[in-house]
């Protein structure tokens, strides 16, 4: 008799539905189905251009498996395709639907900005940090923070084309050493890190006490006043001893310390 209808085509694993691929390549597979004949040729119009596709055995009856690897594909490039099958009785020639993909490699640029604080150890209970993420094809989707390995959403402010500003204020810290990066994910799954920044958190004060021969309070028969401290940190190393006499400060000699003393 005579056949009217053409081959069934469908997209199949592992062929990517429309969207934002990382990858270079696209592996476009499909199914053929015809109820009266042989499957004979398929055809990938890529960007629409006709290019010949691989045809596998009977995958059952009539149906046949074509496929093609389409690899080199060029960053920040729109592509779109759609298969094309014949029968054996060559008078019928469908086509499956339209795909659109968009090849994105590009990795977004991650930049620690003020007031976010460099490496250095700080008297607050806080460290804020605040980024800049910057993608050439696409749209910021979210950034995290790993502060000590352990991951944390950010706030992300309003955009300016593809350059996104993230932010969050850890507060209430405890007095230690922290380390601090942001991850920045494009739309298309893209992701990338800033530089690791160290905060070392030193709230509390040194204890200053009065040793001897330092003099306690009386009057003397002397025309000096040896004075002698001995100054404890609990966090940090003693960085300097200023004397305050009579409402002026002077530099005191620092002896060798044992650990934070």
Not at 14 to 30: C, H
Not at 53 to 70: E, H, I, L, P
Not at 131 to 151: F, K, M, Q, Y
């Amino acid at each position: 008799g005579i056949e009217i209808d053409g081959p069934t085509i469908s997209f199949v694993a592992p062929s990517v539905a429309n969207g934002t691929l990382a990858v270079s390549f696209i592996f476009v597979n499909i199914t053929a189905s015809d109820a009266q004949s042989t499957i004979s040729t398929c055809t990938l119009e890529w960007n629409g251009v006709n290019e010949s596709m691989t045809m596998n055995g009977s995958v059952s009856g009539n149906d046949r498996f074509c496929w093609v690897n389409k690899t080199g594909l060029t960053d920040g490039v729109n592509y779109t395709y759609r298969v094309f099958a014949n029968d054996s009785s060559a008078n019928n020639n469908t086509a499956s639907n339209t795909r659109h993909i968009f090849i994105d490699l590009t990795v977004p640029i991650v930049t620690l900005l003020s007031p976010t604080p460099a490496n250095n150890t700080y008297t607050v209970n806080f460290v804020y940090v605040n980024v800049t993420a910057i993608d050439l094809n696409l749209s910021i989707d979210s950034c995290t923070l790993e502060w000590n390995g352990v991951n944390e959403s950010m706030t992300r402010n309003a955009s300016s084309g593809n350059n996104t500003h993230c932010f969050l204020n850890k507060t209430s810290l405890s007095d230690a050493n922290y380390s601090y990066r942001v991850f920045a994910n494009d739309s298309g799954g893209n992701s990338a890190a800033s530089a690791t920044r160290h905060a070392n958190i030193d709230t509390t004060v040194p204890t200053v006490d009065f040793a001897t021969p330092t003099p306690a309070n009386n009057t003397y028969n002397v025309s000096y006043v040896y004075v002698n401290v001995t100054a404890v940190d609990v966090s940090s190393n003693i960085d300097i001893c200023t004397l305050e006499w009579n409402g002026a400060n002077e530099t005191m000699t620092k002896n060798a310390s044992s650990s934070n003393n």
